[in-house]
T-cell receptor
Framework: EADIYQTPRYLVIGTGKKITLECSQT?????MYWYQQDPGMELHLIHY???????EKGDLSSESTVSRIRTEHFPLTLESARPSHTSQYLC?????????????FGSGTQLSVL | GQNIDQPTEMTATEGAIVQINCTYQ??????LFWYQQHAGEAPTFLSY????GLEEKGRFSSFLSRSKGYSYLLLKELQMKDSASYLC????????????FGPGTRLSVLP
């Protein structure tokens, strides 16, 4: 049902590296999101977008950036990775923001910063 | 502010019924969602409530009381594959129509 893809699935990198997590969806959804989730903890909103050329900050946005040049693509960039960035990153999309407009999630990127 | 509470862990027996509770405090309630998340996988949608009452969908039902800020997810005829985390999430119109997630309840179904 859900066609939303994240790459890489796993990533291990050193401190200070710049990384980009990729997310693409083929459902034509306008709204897209990035969440961070630590084991056993709630999802925290990092960034979201209402559509092309729209990007908004969530609760944990200060150390990352996003872009939305095409409807289907919503990459997340960490300019300088730190061990505190070690976490699971989940990309999601939704058709809208009303009614039963549920989130569709990608499989996630598990990031480890050494 | 926003706050969602759920029990951290629950255990139940195969074939039984289990109820997972969720209480929430948000300023701009605009729908409550339940998601299922198996270990190492992405969350998947289970149910949606925006009006008070019970919504039934096969073995799963979800209840909402907006005046009490309370919801529950009811799972009947438990199966081993129901072992997962269950996430309660509220869409908040005062939060850009975004979702606030609870910490999740990890359910273990025992034979």
């Amino acid at each position: 049902e859900a066609d939303i893809y994240q790459t890489p699935r796993y990533l291990v990198i050193g401190t200070g590296k710049k990384i980009t997590l990729e997310c693409s969806q083929t459902m034509g959804h306008d709204k897209m999101y990035w969440y961070q989730q630590d084991p056993g903890m709630e999802l925290h909103l990092i960034h979201y977008s209402y559509g092309v050329n729209s990007t908004e900050k969530g609760d944990l946005s200060s150390e990352s950036t996003v872009s939305r040049i095409r409807t289907e693509h919503f990459p997340l960039t960490l300019e300088s990775a730190r061990p505190s960035h070690t976490s699971q990153y989940l990309c999601a999309s939704s058709e809208g923001t009303s009614g039963e407009e549920k989130l569709f999630f990608g499989s996630g990127t598990q990031l480890s910063v050494l | 502010g926003q706050n969602i509470d759920q029990p951290t862990e629950m255990t139940a027996t195969e074939g039984a019924i289990v109820q997972i509770n969720c209480t929430y405090q948000t300023s701009g309630f605009n729908g409550l969602f339940w998601y299922q998340q198996h270990a190492g996988e992405a969350p998947t949608f289970l149910s949606y409530n925006v009006l008070d009452g019970l919504e039934e969908k096969g073995r799963f039902s979800s209840f909402l009381s907006r005046s009490k800020g309370y919801s529950y997810l009811l799972l009947k005829e438990l199966q081993m594959k129901d072992s997962a985390s269950y996430l309660c999430a509220v869409r908040d119109q005062d939060y850009g129509q975004n979702f606030v997630f609870g910490p999740g309840t990890r359910l273990s179904v025992l034979p």
